[in-house]
Each structure stands twice: as structure tokens, then as C-alpha cells.
């Protein structure tokens, strides 16, 4: 699927959407380069689980931040400042994963593929344009 976006707005508004499809143990991996709008979607993610919007910062800094005020808690996650594979293993998504839906910005990091997660790749267009292109999902 494919979505063009025109602003951060619009871009939060597609993980608002998603949010009501999303279950504990659901991932989205999240493609794209600096700047691509991956935590805004988040942003909106979280929102539509029920978070406070506001409670969603950029996690580049923390690496990883669970947010628990919502439906089902969230686990969103930076790979951006990992550099190996054993530092993304020691993160131990999977077994985090259970329990949460686990949000990865620059999941092209990961070590291994996720069977079953939703990808989300953000492009760059003109000005504010932005591509989102979307792995089908059946849920
Ligand atoms: P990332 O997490 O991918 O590095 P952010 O979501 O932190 O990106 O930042 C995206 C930046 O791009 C923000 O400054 C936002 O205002 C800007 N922006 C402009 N147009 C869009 C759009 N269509 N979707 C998302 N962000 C956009
Ligand atoms: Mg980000």
C-alpha cells in the first residue's frame, strides 16, 4: 500500500490509523532515512493507542521508551546509535515484544527478519511530500 503524505500531521495520522489493528506482539518496522517523519508516525501510533501524544519523544536519544498509558503498552525503539549486531541482540526485542507493540526505527539494522511484522518505508518527496510504502498485512 501506498500513502503520500504533506506534512507531520498527516504522516501521524497513518500510525493512528494502524493503531486499532495492532495487538501485543504486533512489530512495525520502520524505514527511512533522518528526518523521514519515522517517529512522527510513532507519535501518532502511540496516540492511538491511548497514549499521551506529548509523552512521545524522539527515542534517538534514549533508545528505547515504553509507554504504558494506553490500550496495549508500546515499546518504541531507535537502532540509529547501535553499530553491531550484539548490541541489537542485548536490546532482547523479542522477548519484549510479547507483551507490547514494538515500534523499530531503523529496523534495516536488525540482524534477522521479523516473521509477521508490518513494514513501513518513508521516502522523501518534494518540499513535505513524503512516500510511505506499506507491506500488506492481514489482521
Ligand atoms: P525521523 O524519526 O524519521 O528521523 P522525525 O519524525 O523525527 O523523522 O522528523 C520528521 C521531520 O520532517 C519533522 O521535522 C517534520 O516536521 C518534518 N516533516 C515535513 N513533512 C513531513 C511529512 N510529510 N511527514 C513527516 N514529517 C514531515
Ligand atoms: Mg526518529
Request: aromatic share 4%; no cysteine.
Amino acid at each position: 500500500m501506498n500513502i503520500t503524505t504533506h506534512s507531520q500531521e498527516e504522516t501521524a495520522d497513518v500510525g493512528r490509523k494502524l493503531a486499532p489493528r495492532l495487538t501485543a506482539g504486533s512489530v512495525l518496522l520502520l524505514i527511512g532515512d533522518l528526518g523521514a517523519g519515522k517517529t512522527a508516525l510513532v507519535r501518532g501510533l502511540a496516540e492511538g493507542l491511548g497514549v499521551a501524544p506529548e509523552e512521545v519523544s524522539s527515542p534517538t536519544f534514549t533508545l528505547m521508551q515504553e509507554y504504558r498509558g494506553g490500550r496495549v503498552p508500546l515499546i518504541h525503539v531507535d537502532l540509529y546509535r547501535l553499530n553491531n549486531a550484539r548490541e541489537i541482540e542485548e536490546l532482547g526485542l523479542e522477548e519484549l515484544g510479547l507483551n507490547a507493540v514494538l515500534a523499530i526505527e531503523w529496523a534495516e539494522k536488525l540482524p534477522r527478519p521479523v516473521p509477521d511484522a508490518i513494514e513501513i518505508r518513508i521516502a522523501h518527496g518534494d518540499g513535505d511530500e513524503r512516500r510511505l510504502t506499506m507491506t500488506p498485512w492481514s489482521a
